[in-house]
């Protein structure tokens, strides 16, 4: 077997073992988005609709928004084979970023598989159901083919990473001409290319034409005078570039990083600085610079879910650096490797633990009570948590239909023009709303809330008897039943 | 100098919140709990943070 092949499978067993050991168990719980995807998957599989009726859709309702369908539509095979759960839910994203591994050691050489394989931020977005995972794969698919010369699956691949996350819309059509630049004299090939392109685009376009689905970022972009406007964008747009930010400082938003790991290893900051010193490939360059648009155009200060196809390229440039010092000191360059990979193992405990309140573990004590209590009134305060209704019906695997049936056929007709969002809900023997004390004390009822929604005070006051306390896995009680005295 | 440096370095070992290392360590399998949380590990963490906090292009 030639060397190539042997360490192309090395770094794809390795990148593989860090994104599936304990799948389901690490993040603790399942976050909202993760139960959306997973539940319309299961409800595609039973219905051919997602959870709100809708057929086949192109893109899905996602509570106050629209997100993209494609993770969904293949996570029902997994879903389909080992049932509803959070292994199956996240299996796709593992198995995708497993693949970047692989795709990003043949495009770019073994070494680029090795840094993807054990970089902080593609580990952490394959060890969660992320449709940005998906659509970052099926981008650099569809660029190695294109350096491989498949020019029509190439554009196919790029084609299918728009309908799987909203960043991927506005890079591909870029990428792709880039690619058909490059291309022009062969007219022919120029012309098949955005044919195809086109029309598998257009559904996806007609649907994203409509106001409603770009309700979200229309409530992410900032405005402002024209020059709060453009400082903005260049502080945003420099946020994505900064050191700090890429070596040493996790994301900002605790939902989408390890406690105390950044995008990359501290000490890569040395092998990106010599790969980008030592090679200028234009494509790479250019993929950096489009992609952070995304994300810089949003409020949010540091958003790595937005930039991930940027992180691809950094990626590479550290890969070059990391192989020219590794053929100088291999001994202290694989020495800082299984270093990292410590320091990831230490990382994934504190997450697991630090952060399985924010994964929402205690949700899943919750769906477990409430499937061992159908004839009893529940009612649940949702003052923190708005989408609660998704992770009971993912949890306790409830018929499709059930949620579907919350709908009118009128407002099924007008599907793509619906960005409210109401979390309030009464379904089955369950109220999902805040807390109405006057009339809910003083019928017979489970209360369950955190301690913000239910205080001492109020325990006393109604003198209601306290049934359970659910805590996230570091042992902090988050949220507590109580029974009314009726 | 040397010995300045070095008493720092003591001096900035201590400056840690111990009861957080702690509670941390209960996460971890127990003989991997001492090698993982210390206070050399939390220390290199915060210097870390503290030296690539002077190189941000977006702090104007």
């Given at each position: 077997m030639p060397s190539k092949i042997k360490k192309l499978i090395a770094v794809f067993l390795l990148g593989l073992l860090l994104r599936v050991w304990n799948l389901s168990g690490n993040p603790a719980g399942v976050y909202v988005d993760e139960a959306h995807l997973g539940y319309t998957a299961y409800s595609l599989l039973h219905t051919g609709k997602d959870s709100y009726g809708k057929s086949w859709p192109v893109m899905t309702k996602l509570f106050g928004s629209y997100s993209a369908a494609l993770y969904?539509?293949?996570?029902?095979?997994?879903?389909?084979?080992?049932?509803?759960?959070?292994?199956?839910?996240?299996?796709?994203?593992?198995?995708?970023?497993?693949?970047?591994?692989?795709?990003?050691?043949?495009?770019?050489?073994?070494?680029?598989?090795?840094?993807?394989?054990?970089?902080?931020?593609?580990?952490?977005?394959?060890?969660?159901?992320?449709?940005?995972?998906?659509?970052?794969?099926?981008?650099?698919?569809?660029?190695v083919l294109f350096s491989r010369s498949r020019l029509n699956l190439s554009v196919l691949f790029l084609s299918l990473s728009a309908y799987a996350y909203h960043a991927e819309k506005l890079l591909t059509p870029v990428i792709l001409a880039f690619f058909l630049w490059h291309h022009r004299p062969a007219r022919k090939f120029v012309l098949q290319a955005c044919l195809i392109f086109i029309l598998t685009q257009l559904p996806l376009w007609i649907v994203s034409f409509k106001p409603a689905v770009n309700q979200r970022f229309s409530e992410l972009a900032f405005t402002g005078s024209p020059r709060v406007v453009v400082l903005t964008f260049v502080r945003n747009y420099l946020g994505y570039l900064s050191p700090d930010n890429l070596f040493s400082r996790p994301d900002p938003d605790i939902q989408r990083s390890f406690p105390e790991i950044s995008v990359f290893y501290w000490w890569m900051i040395i092998p990106a600085i010599m790969g980008l010193a030592s090679k200028k490939p234009k494509l790479i360059f250019l993929t950096i610079f489009l992609s952070i648009i995304p994300g810089a155009i949003t409020k949010d200060y540091f958003s790595t879910i937005r930039v991930l196809p940027a992180f691809m390229g950094m990626a590479v440039f550290i890969s070059y650096g990391l192989k020219s010092l590794f053929i100088r000191w291999p001994v202290p360059v694989v020495i800082i490797i299984i270093f990292s990979l410590l320091g990831l193992y230490s990382n994934l405990i504190l997450l697991k633990?630090?952060?399985?309140?924010?994964?929402?573990?205690?949700?899943?004590?919750?769906?477990?009570?409430?499937?061992?209590?159908p004839n009893e009134n529940l009612i649940i305060d949702n003052s923190r948590q708005k989408p609660l209704l998704i992770l009971l019906a993912f949890y306790n695997r409830w018929p499709p239909s059930l949620l579907q049936s919350r709908y009118s056929a009128s407002w099924l007709a007008d599907y793509y023009s619906h960005p409210e969002f109401s979390s309030d809900v009464d379904i089955k023997n369950i109220s999902i709303r805040p807390i109405d004390w006057k009339n809910d004390a003083t019928r017979s009822a489970f209360l369950i809330g955190d301690k913000l929604a239910i205080s001492p005070d109020q325990i006393?006051?109604?003198?209601?008897?306290?049934?359970?306390?659910?805590?996230?896995?570091?042992?902090?009680?988050?949220?507590?039943i109580l029974q009314t005295g009726y | 100098m040397k010995y300045l440096l070095s008493l720092l370095l003591i001096w900035e070992l201590t400056l840690l919140d111990l009861h957080r290392i702690n509670t941390r360590r209960n996460y971890y399998p127990p003989p991997l709990a001492r090698f993982f949380q210390n206070k050399l590990s939390a220390r290199f963490t915060l210097m870390r943070q503290t030296i690539f906090s002077y190189i941000r292009p977006d702090a104007f």
């Open positions: 969904s539509y293949m996570t029902v095979l997994p879903v389909g084979l080992l049932g509803l759960n959070i292994f199956t839910t996240r299996l796709l994203s593992a198995v995708s970023g497993s693949l970047l591994v692989l795709v990003a050691g043949i495009g770019f050489g073994p070494f680029a598989g090795l840094v993807v394989a054990v970089s902080p931020v593609f580990v952490f977005f394959s060890r969660a159901a992320f449709e940005a995972n998906l659509a970052l794969t099926l981008l650099i698919i569809g660029w633990f630090e952060r399985s309140s924010v994964w929402g573990y205690q949700y899943r004590q919750l769906a477990e009570f409430v499937g061992s209590h006393s006051e109604h003198h209601l008897r306290s049934v359970a306390w659910f805590a996230d896995l570091a042992g902090d009680p988050r949220l507590q | -």
